[in-house]
């Protein structure tokens, strides 16, 4: 456990109302007591530090000149929300942060009122804003009242095609509406530090409508390396697809950059906002991702998302383990593949290391391709790759390829592409919570014509599947496998080709057979040992495929046993509703057959640890024995509390 820093001004803080009397001397003190906070917690619960490190001065700033609740601040992705939610009344549970019952690692509405939306995936905070600012104006009715709409979208967020489709309907409502760019990618040579300084001044001075003329005007004042300086900012705002020149094409006045870790800059210019802003303002602010401790700022990922750690040091608290994780061994099976297969690309949107393709990345750097937070696009692109004769494998997220379904249909199935879709994260994940789940890829994937759909049992599986995609040109393709550690299985040298839509007999039984598509085969298999002390053997297979269907197979357990279970780690409408449409075609239900389809439960889980989340979807090997033996009538079962 990390030692609590000295927090004096924080301490009086419950809420933003405390910090409307502090002089900005005191709030520049608050954002170095937050800091110091916010390390503090995500050091004993682990988390997303870098980010909300990087917005320690901007969340003091808004919380100090804008009224939340009745003003809305809506974080985009919002995995930098923790210093929000120590300022706004939750720091007492600050430390729960994505434990079970305890705060989430993102804005949810129905933590606070001072999160109106709730976020966890990108580039929906100025849609969602528009919405508030628009209601706003007509009289919408909303318990905490309604003023400023103030969205907050970092540089990878807005590399999103909503972002821009927001900001061009918000350019055309010209509503009063605020868009922070929260910046922390770009580099910028001091003197532009120094210029942007001088300018915050003017923008603090001079009337709203004369910022533009103002800033036009300033850089002839300045000494010649500040000069220099400004216009290598404005060159490099050119060549970006971000720049202040599109923002104002698209309706909105532009203000920036400035420095976002500098109160003296931040404070003046959203006082000035606020007091005079009418349409739609986007303020450019400049940070940088883990601000203000060095192990997160020397740290690759900025720390993204850590363990837990040493406050001191900043190493990790990490358990060792002796299985690889899916994740690893889709990276090496795909870099493995691609050494024989010049036509093998990747394809991934903003999550090389978190798929696994930082290994691919550094072999064949001119094959793999992040096309940052823009699934629709990725999925596209992978389409268009394979139309071209190459072999994609569009590697994302579960819950992140919701977002490009349409483009699956579209442009992928409906043309039969052979994309390869490695989908990881599939099934419950934990920390992060619903939003994260991969819960509905094997509804929305096995019910288009033509897919192949595929789930690993195990890290051995998945090498297979790997291959398997590799070697299938006839239509799209996929597999997906979870978030953590493998079963430890003993693994092959090299990948083997499945037949497509052949699953495996695992274990012959009697009387009742479990079908498992993807990894709940392990506690299949400890259920099957508590289910022997009973004198109950049951036959275990694995599907390994949910499309298409291994009817020969299916249609044997089910003539051969007096019950047939599925199990699978998706929501209704999937694997086990597939096998049941199978079962009522081949009229196997006329013999007398119990069929039972264990999935994720109707509702959204909310976070705690995945085998915690896993009983409460009554998927565990104790829920699974409890199935048989219902079904079997062999005992009576009490109600679970």
């Known amino acids: 456990m990390s030692s609590r820093p000295n927090t004096p001004l924080l301490d009086r803080v419950q809420s933003p109302a405390d910090m409307t009397h502090l002089s900005d001397g005191d709030l520049r003190r608050l954002a170095d007591e937050l800091r110091a906070e916010t390390i503090s917690a995500v050091s004993e619960t682990g988390g997303h530090l870098g980010a909300g490190l990087g917005v320690v001065e901007l969340t003091v700033a808004l919380h100090a000149i804008f009224d939340a609740p009745r003003d809305k601040i809506i974080w985009d992705v919002s995995h930098q929300s923790y210093p929000h939610k120590i300022l706004t009344g939750r720091r007492d549970r600050i430390r729960t942060l994505r434990m079970k019952d305890g705060l989430s690692g993102f804005t949810k509405r129905s933590e606070s009122p001072y999160d109106p939306f709730g976020a966890a995936h990108s580039s929906t905070s100025i849609s969602a804003a528009l919405g508030f600012a628009v209601a706003r104006d007509l009289g919408g009715a909303c318990d905490t009242g309604h003023g400023d709409a103030i969205a907050v979208i970092g540089d990878g967020a807005m590399s999103a095609g909503m972002a821009f489709e927001a900001m061009n309907n918000a350019g055309h409502l010209k509503k009063r509406l605020i868009v922070i760019l929260n910046d922390n990618e770009m580099s910028i040579a001091p003197p532009v530090g120094a210029m942007s300084s001088y300018l915050s001044r003017l923008y603090a001075e001079a009337p709203f409508h004369d910022l533009k003329a103002a800033a036009k005007g300033a850089v002839s004042f300045l000494p010649g390396p500040f000069r220099e300086g400004a216009k290598r900012a404005k060159e490099m705002l050119k060549g970006m697809a971000i720049g202040g020149t599109l923002f104002e094409e698209l309706g909105f006045s532009y203000i920036g950059p400035i420095d976002g870790h500098d109160l003296d800059q931040l404070l003046p ?155 990881d994260r599939a099934g419950l994940v934990g920390a992060d919570g619903a939003t994260h789940a991969g819960s509905y890829d094997i509804a929305f994937l ?42 430890g299985v003993e693994m092959p040298e090299k990948g083997e080709v499945l037949e497509i839509g052949k699953g495996r007999m695992i274990q012959e039984g009697s009387r009742v057979a479990i079908l498992s598509f ?40 089910a003539r051969d046993h007096e019950a047939l279970i599925t199990i699978e780690e998706g929501a209704i409408g999937g694997f086990g509703s597939h096998v049941a449409q199978l079962l009522a075609e081949e009229g196997v239900f006329d013999t007398g057959l119990k069929y039972r389809s264990m999935v994720l439960p109707d509702i959204f889980i909310d976070q705690a640890s995945p085998a915690d989340m896993y009983a409460v979807a009554r998927l565990s090997a104790a829920d699974i024995e409890a199935k048989v033996l219902e079904v079997l009538g062999v005992a009576k079962l009490e109600k679970r509390a």
């Open 446 to 487: 096995s019910n288009l014509p033509g897919f192949v759909v595929m789930a690993a049992a195990d890290e051995a599986e998945l090498k297979h599947m790997v291959a398997t995609a590799a070697a299938h040109d006839s239509g799209p393709i996929a597999f997906r496998y979870p978030r953590g550690e493998g079963e």
């Open 269 to 423: 210019v959203l006082r000035t906002v606020k007091a005079r802003a009418t349409g739609p303002i986007l303020i450019h602010v400049l940070t940088k991702k883990g601000k203000g401790y060095a192990p997160a700022e020397e740290a690759m990922d900025k720390g993204h998302a850590t363990a837990k750690f040493n406050v001191l040091t900043g190493e990790q608290k990490k358990a060792a383990s002796n299985a690889p994780s899916y994740t690893s061994v889709f990276g090496k099976s795909l870099a493995a593949l691609a050494a024989d297969d010049p036509r093998i690309c990747a394809v991934t949107a903003a999550m090389p290391d978190g798929t696994g393709l930082n290994l691919f990345a550094e072999r064949y750097p001119s094959r793999c391709f992040d096309v940052g937070i823009a699934e629709q696009h990725g999925v596209t692109f992978a389409a268009g790759l394979a139309a071209g004769g190459m072999r994609p494998f569009c590697t994302m997220y579960s819950t992140f390829l919701q977002r490009g379904y349409d483009q699956v249909v579209h442009d992928v199935a409906i043309q039969r592409l052979p994309v390869r879709f490695a989908i």
């Open 518 to 557: 993807g990894t709940r085969l392990g506690e299949v298999r400890r259920a099957a040992e508590a289910l022997a002390a009973r004198g109950i053997t049951p036959t275990i297979a694995d599907a390994r495929f949910a499309k298409p269907l291994d009817r020969d197979l299916i249609v044997q357990l």
